[in-house]
T-cell receptor, first 114, second 117 residues
Framework: AQSVTQLDSQVPVFEEAPVELRCNYS??????LFWYVQYPNQGLQLLLK??????LVESINGFEAEFNKSQTSFHLRKPSVHISDTAEYFC????????????FGQGTELSVKP | EPEVTQTPSHQVTQMGQEVILRCVPI?????FYWYRQILGQKVEFLVS????????KSEIFDDQFSVERPDGSNFTLKIRSTKLEDSAMYFC???????????????FGQGTRLTVV
């Protein structure tokens, strides 16, 4: 079975500050890793994903995440956040080459203040 | 850009009533999913559907729940006799293929907020 832990339920930061949202997972089999974002009153949108290859993956809006197999982590980072990054962020895993079921973490609410 | 659409956005129902939540997945997708998110809790997998049958379901998805693809475009979740604890945001998702690495992305709808009173 797989599980995902997001250690911080809420992360308040000031605009232009760096941020890291932590994600750790547990799995007895290899998994794909994802970060989804949920803006207020909207659905879940894929932010970035790790399938294989380079352990550092980037999104189009400046977020990046690094897969660390030894620490079973997939932390999300951004060097300088904007007000518009205020949202809930979900880390998720999915088993290799099996059905598409995603296992989500509890979510981290990122609140960017001016 | 293609998107998953869900209707209604908000449904209020009385305890014991049947509800049907509707979803239109992306047209060339083959795998369909329902997830739910109880307020303040994590997003939980309910069921996946492929080739007109359930491919996987969670322990949450008991006999009160059913899914159907009544035509070529809609995918529905039915709750036969709603309970207070069914109050949640229900998300529909679809993916091209649930198995191969090339199409591992699931696209989510905006959700239906179900309130059972």
């Amino acid at each position: 079975a797989q599980s995902v832990t997001q250690l911080d339920s809420q992360v308040p930061v000031f605009e232009e500050a760096p941020v890291e949202l932590r994600c750790n997972y547990s799995s007895s089999v290899s998994v794909y890793l994802f970060w989804y974002v949920q803006y207020p009153n909207q659905g879940l949108q894929l932010l970035l994903k790790y399938l294989s290859g380079s352990t550092l993956v980037e999104s189009i809006n400046g977020f990046e995440a690094e897969f660390n197999k030894s620490q079973t982590s997939f932390h999300l980072r951004k060097p300088s956040v904007h007000i518009s990054d205020t949202a809930e962020y979900f880390c998720a895993v999915r088993r290799y080459n099996q059905g598409g079921k995603l296992i989500f973490g509890q979510g981290t609410e990122l609140s960017v203040k001016p | 850009e293609p998107e998953v659409t869900q209707t209604p956005s908000h449904q209020v129902t009385q305890m014991g009533q049947e509800v049907i939540l509707r979803c239109v997945p992306i047209s060339n997708h083959l795998y369909f999913y329902w997830y739910r998110q109880i307020l303040g809790q994590k997003v939980e997998f309910l069921v996946s559907f492929y080739n007109n049958e359930i491919s996987e379901k969670s322990e949450i998805f008991d006999d009160q729940f059913s899914v159907e693809r009544p035509d070529g475009s809609n995918f529905t979740l039915k709750i036969r006799s709603t309970k207070l604890e069914d109050s949640a945001m229900y998300f529909c998702a679809s993916s091209e293929n649930g198995r191969t690495r090339a199409s591992t992305e699931a696209f989510f709808g905006q959700g239906t907020r179900l309130t059972v009173v």
